[in-house]
């Protein structure tokens, strides 16, 4: 019995050496294949042929050490899908990082949303399926949903994102984003930012804390929106210039502390109450080291935009898809006389 233990062991780890030998020999066929086919001009392009087996995601792995950047060849060569033996120039470095060109330069719209409910619209309520509606949209017509991060280093000069960007947020905190947008999300793979006050999270129809660690550990953003959503920019009826300044250096630093606290991570955004800001806010933001807000003008972004005054479009409760796609402007063109 044990000689038919040992026999049959030994025929398992011949099977699993072969099938290791094979999956090696397929990696290195392929990895030779561009080696030997492709065309090095400096260290700014590579030159190579597309095999079979190739997709955009697979080159940019191999090229760009990076499989998310498979729109950077895309877009270079100007083509959508790969055939066998296509010639392909792979850039190696950013070569449009401003989206800049002879006609105009790229945008980047900002969509805020608020509420969310299952079959009834309000101003700022959006139903389920009108929202599935809206990322099926973006998914089908090649937006790429990009992060606060990538957005900045766009608006820095420092990083080309796809030409098609739009970046997703939603402001307060209302337990029907966690119930109906995220699982939404989640489906089409799609990064968002949730900008909290925290004054109004546990409350009735709040997310919890709980349910906001639960979100960031899967990736999803978390930024400031102040602690008590007063607007900023107006002072109160019998405030003291005094007392005013002081709410401010309340709103912006108190919840910058909490969130840092309860999920261990730097908040560096913020979208302003009501979209009003000042010079003495953004002074004061800058003081406590957020490197942007956002307003709620309803444009999209270039890469010159004042990052203390970034563009958000408000996606209200009865748009239909019509209305959502004009709100999508990825390229401001310029007439030249």
């Given at each position: 019995m044990q000689q038919f233990v040992n026999r049959k062991k030994r025929i398992f780890d011949i099977i699993l050496i072969l099938s290791l030998l094979f999956l090696a020999a397929c990696a290195i066929t392929t990895r030779l294949y561009h080696k030997t086919s492709e065309i090095r001009i400096d260290d700014d392009f590579i030159i190579v042929?597309?095999?079979?087996?190739?997709?955009?995601?697979s080159l940019a792995a191999e090229y760009l050490n990076d499989p998310s950047k498979g729109w950077l060849i895309a877009e270079f060569n100007h083509i959508k899908s790969l055939t066998s033996g296509q010639e392909l120039c792979i850039p190696l470095f950013p070569f449009n990082k401003g989206g800049l060109k002879s006609g105009g330069f790229q945008t980047v719209p900002v969509l805020a949303y608020y509420g969310f409910s299952k079959n009834k619209a309000s101003k700022i309520s959006i139903t389920q399926d009108d929202?599935?509606?809206q990322m099926k949209y973006l998914k089908e017509n090649g937006y790429h949903v990009i992060t606060l991060d990538q957005l900045l280093g766009f608006l820095?000069?420092?990083?080309?994102?796809?030409?098609?960007?739009?970046?997703?947020?939603?402001?307060d905190g209302w337990i029907s984003v966690y119930d109906i947008?995220?699982?939404?999300?989640?489906?089409?793979?799609?990064?968002?930012?949730?900008?909290?006050?925290?004054?109004?999270?546990?409350?009735?129809?709040?997310?919890s804390w709980k349910q906001i660690k639960e979100l960031s550990k899967a990736g999803f953003?978390?930024?400031?929106?102040?602690?008590?959503?007063?607007?900023l920019k107006v002072i109160k009826k019998k405030e003291s210039f005094k007392e005013y300044f002081k709410s401010l250096e309340m709103e912006i630093s108190y919840p910058k502390k909490v969130i840092n606290k309860k999920l261990q991570k730097e908040c560096k955004?913020?979208?302003y109450p009501y979209?009003?800001?000042?010079?003495?806010?953004?002074?004061?933001?800058?003081?406590?080291?957020?490197?942007?807000?956002?307003?709620?003008?309803?444009?999209?972004?270039?890469?010159?935009?004042?990052?203390?005054?970034?563009?958000?479009?408000?996606?209200y409760g009865k748009y239909d898809i019509e209305k959502f796609r004009k709100e999508l402007s990825v390229f401001q063109r310029m007439e030249l006389k």
């Amino acid at each position: 019995m044990q000689q038919f233990v040992n026999r049959k062991k030994r025929i398992f780890d011949i099977i699993l050496i072969l099938s290791l030998l094979f999956l090696a020999a397929c990696a290195i066929t392929t990895r030779l294949y561009h080696k030997t086919s492709e065309i090095r001009i400096d260290d700014d392009f590579i030159i190579v042929k597309a095999t079979a087996i190739d997709t955009f995601s697979s080159l940019a792995a191999e090229y760009l050490n990076d499989p998310s950047k498979g729109w950077l060849i895309a877009e270079f060569n100007h083509i959508k899908s790969l055939t066998s033996g296509q010639e392909l120039c792979i850039p190696l470095f950013p070569f449009n990082k401003g989206g800049l060109k002879s006609g105009g330069f790229q945008t980047v719209p900002v969509l805020a949303y608020y509420g969310f409910s299952k079959n009834k619209a309000s101003k700022i309520s959006i139903t389920q399926d009108d929202f599935k509606a809206q990322m099926k949209y973006l998914k089908e017509n090649g937006y790429h949903v990009i992060t606060l991060d990538q957005l900045l280093g766009f608006l820095d000069y420092r990083e080309q994102i796809p030409e098609k960007s739009v970046a997703i947020t939603f402001d307060d905190g209302w337990i029907s984003v966690y119930d109906i947008a995220i699982p939404i999300l989640k489906k089409y793979g799609f990064p968002a930012t949730i900008f909290i006050y925290t004054d109004f999270i546990g409350g009735g129809k709040a997310m919890s804390w709980k349910q906001i660690k639960e979100l960031s550990k899967a990736g999803f953003d978390i930024q400031c929106q102040t602690k008590t959503h007063r607007n900023l920019k107006v002072i109160k009826k019998k405030e003291s210039f005094k007392e005013y300044f002081k709410s401010l250096e309340m709103e912006i630093s108190y919840p910058k502390k909490v969130i840092n606290k309860k999920l261990q991570k730097e908040c560096k955004y913020l979208a302003y109450p009501y979209g009003k800001t000042n010079n003495l806010v953004i002074a004061m933001l800058k003081k406590h080291g957020y490197r942007a807000a956002f307003t709620v003008n309803q444009k999209s972004n270039p890469f010159f935009i004042d990052k203390y005054k970034i563009n958000r479009t408000a996606i209200y409760g009865k748009y239909d898809i019509e209305k959502f796609r004009k709100e999508l402007s990825v390229f401001q063109r310029m007439e030249l006389k």
